[in-house]
């Protein structure tokens, strides 16, 4: 059969009509948009700093919750959207909507726990004449990062009383900061350079510096050791026991910043997964009354497997959606709600890893995220053969492709890594236990987990824009 000769012109059109190109984000919106983009990444900025551990994330989004109208009472039949906080670690908010519960919601899940080093619970020692915090690290970091960089504390101290205190110290100018100290490279050869550099650095050696003055005189036992104890006591009132009954988190000091001439990157510690956070709270918080009821939910301890009271793998998200039933005047058995649950769609709301200039090698360029392309859909996450991982339906996705391309949400599809590279994993196969539809959606990261994060501020939006779409949507 003879093939009709197509112009250049039909051919081109070809191509458009059916080959998949993603597009960049500036290349798709317009002059007004592209304002809108930018102001939103100085409101995300404004949230990295005010939110740099769980509890910190937990109290600002509470607070703009409360502060658009949402209520901490369940009141029987008020319809009113509502905040609910557990621990002071996780924290939901609900928005009754339009139609009956019954036909499922709409979830957006994210995280707002993020790698960093844990003080241990008897940190203080002295070592010549230098006095120190010892840590035991949190989540997936690469050891060398943190160290020598100034470094801020984060956290909740209870009291031998009972009473409890909020410090973060290495924020504000003037404050002091900490660090963690490296050998200089004169002598580095055995103890480091010979070493793989996952070895190099070991765990016992992320000694936090705290103090170089001594108290009294020679004589004195501990006397670095003992003037930091005397400050804090002046300063908080603690004593050395009063450790034990803490949680410090060391993570790096100081704000968000731009990142280039043209300011086009954000980078700042905890983008993972604190951009997902904000971006769900806004949606949630920008809508009016949504069609299906949706919960956006923000969940601790992602980054060391979700286990505990306040990660994925808790019972709160069930607890929030007994909520919704009684403010929807349902009553709230646990058939009920796992019905509810079962004809939900969800956003498993993380980051993933964009294509790294320098080592695109480790990546499988034709199906990885790519920086500036817009939010990232991941069908599965895991590794080599699909383990630990849920996989979204092609229903599933040809849904929320369907919703993104009508909102004009610019959007990518990213996969984390080549075939037998590695890999990671997300809270959505927990989520995949009630039976509801699940994917994992949210911006592409460079220099992920480490302690300034890289992300793209089309992306950013474009994450808000694709979550905003998911709540809005009339279906
Ligand atoms: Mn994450
Ligand atoms: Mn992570």
Redesign the pocket.
Known sequence: MAQKRLTKKQIKSLAERLSYTPRLVWDVIEEREKKRALAFAEDYKAFLDKAKTEREAVACIREMALAKGFTEEVIRGSRKPMVRSFQEKAVALARPGKAPLDQGLHLIVSHIDAPRLDLKQKPLYEEVDLAFFKTHYYGGIKKYQWLARPLALHGRIVKAGGGSLDIAVGENEGDPVFTVLDLLPHLARKAQYNKKLHEAIEGEKLNLIVGGLPLGDTDTKDRFKLAILQHLHEKYGLTEEDFISAELEVVPAGPARDVGWDRALIGAYGQ??RSCAFASLRALLDIGQPQRSSIVLFVDKE?IGSDGATGAKSKFLEAVVYDLMMALEMEPSARVAYEILTRSRALSADVNGALDPDYQDVHEKRNAARMGYGVCVTKFTGHGGKYETNDASAEYVGWLRRLFNENKVVWQTGELGKVDEGGGGTVAKFLAIYGMEVIDCGPPVLSM?SPFEITHKGDIYMTYKGFRAFLDVNS
Do not use: I
Request: charged fraction near 75%.
């Open positions: 993972d997964d980054e987990h």
